[in-house]
């Protein structure tokens, strides 16, 4: 379909789970975006510490591509792949890694087995009701020895309109998460929260209403003052260097997850 290898068809223009038509803004925003910035470069760290002979790494839920694009320019010998349910984003993924194999495809129907030496599913999993199949899925799909890599957000006592936008059907718990991980048949190797440090200011922006007569404006944290979102840029980065060092955050916006797959 569009030039893709279509493995869910009948989901490929309405999937549920995420709003089609804000692929185009994400496109236009999420690369100068701290948070998106950030997120990349505790992605490409935990991908070099725990898989630093990788190969072959897949993305599920790929979204635009800027995941891919950032492991494409640090790993630029990876076979990458990435796949989406929706066509919408597929076409965005494809213009910024044009050397990436892309693919239509339902991650609770993964059509691979011992194919990758690592996966990646980035705030994905929290928009699927049916997170234990697509964890087994993710599972049967990596090679023996393989990596999983998730970021999800956290805490149910931060939920707020925000996450009723973004479609997610849950905030995780850490113990929630691992339980499903180890169900899944994964060890977990490394287990942190990020976006700790601004923690409060989340809990402020979640909790603040709407000014008088303005409605609710999901794409607000995407276009933030240049200077504003320079410093939060840099407070996420120290973060990540903390993490990097082996601090594990208790609390957190988001939570990192490394897990191995052992023997099924």
């Known amino acids: 379909m569009d030039g893709f290898d279509a493995y869910a068809a009948e989901f490929a223009n309405g999937g549920g789970g995420f709003k089609a038509e804000y692929f185009d803004e994400l496109a236009r925003l999420e690369s100068a975006n701290f948070w998106f910035r950030a ?37 630029p010998k990876i076979a990458l792949s990435g796949s989406e349910i929706f066509l919408d984003g597929l076409s965005h993924a494809k213009v910024r890694v044009p050397t990436a194999h892309f693919m239509q495809m339902d991650a609770r129907q993964v059509p691979f ?15 699927i009701e049916e997170d234990e199949a697509v964890l087994a899925q993710l599972h049967c799909a990596l090679k023996p020895d393989g990596v999983l890599l998730l970021t999800v957000p956290q805490h149910p006592w931060l939920w707020s309109a925000s996450d009723t936008h973004a479609c997610h059907v849950r905030r995780y718990t850490a113990r929630e998460l691992n339980d499903k991980l180890v169900a899944a048949g994964f060890q977990i190797e490394r287990s942190t929260s990020f976006v700790s440090l601004l923690l409060p200011a989340i809990l402020f922006s979640r909790r603040a209403k709407p000014a008088a ?26 973060e990540k260097k903390l993490i990097s060092l082996g601090v594990n955050f208790p609390l957190g916006g988001s939570r990192l997850i490394v897990a191995r797959k052992t023997a099924e």
């Open 213 to 238: 007569g303005k409605e609710y404006d999901p794409t607000a944290e995407l276009r933030l003052p240049r200077m504003l979102n320079s410093f939060l840029l840099q407070v996420m980065l120290f």
């Open 39 to 75: 997120r990349n470069e505790l992605i490409l760290w935990a991908l070099r510490a725990y898989m630093p002979s990788v190969q072959s790494f897949l993305e599920v839920g790929c979204g635009t591509g800027f995941v891919l694009s950032g492991i494409a320019k640090a790993h």
């Open 113 to 127: 087995r011992d194919e990758f030496d690592a996966i990646g599913a980035f705030d994905v999993l929290e928009h």
